[in-house]
């Protein structure tokens, strides 16, 4: 069964820089395209970022030129670096394994960003 543990929020003044990540497990972390999503409340959950086996990412136009996506197959990890943070990027966010064999989509448990003077 497919677990995603995450790790590294937290809270930050505007202008400052958090790295999340979240480790795979269970399932072969190659076949799966990688994402990032947040959430506030009373909206949908947004995707951020993804990332394919190969390491093409994509990502949403409020993020492009602060955040980078990265993976590292070898630790079946993948990486968020968020930087030059933005009150609104304050949400949940949470890790998302997308299976190219099953397409089930697996969720992490969700980790609260905070950007706030």
């Known amino acids: 069964q497919v677990q995603l543990v995450e790790s590294g929020g937290g809270s930050v003044q505007p202008g400052g820089s958090l790295r999340l990540s979240c480790e795979f497990s269970?399932?072969?972390?190659?076949?799966?395209?990688m994402a990032w999503y947040r959430q506030t409340p009373g909206k949908e959950r947004e995707l951020v970022a993804s990332?394919?086996?190969?390491?093409?990412?994509n990502y949403v136009d409020s993020v492009k030129g602060r955040f980078t996506f990265s993976r590292d197959n070898t630790k079946n990890t993948v990486y968020l670096e968020m930087k030059n943070l933005k009150a609104e990027d304050t949400a949940v966010y949470y890790c998302?394994?997308?299976?190219?064999?099953?397409?089930?989509?697996?969720w992490g448990q969700g980790l609260q960003v905070t950007v706030s003077s």
């Open positions: 990332i394919t086996p190969g390491g093409v990412t």
């Open positions: 269970g399932s072969s972390f190659v076949m799966n395209v």
């Open positions: 998302n394994a997308d299976s190219l064999i099953s397409r089930i989509k697996y």
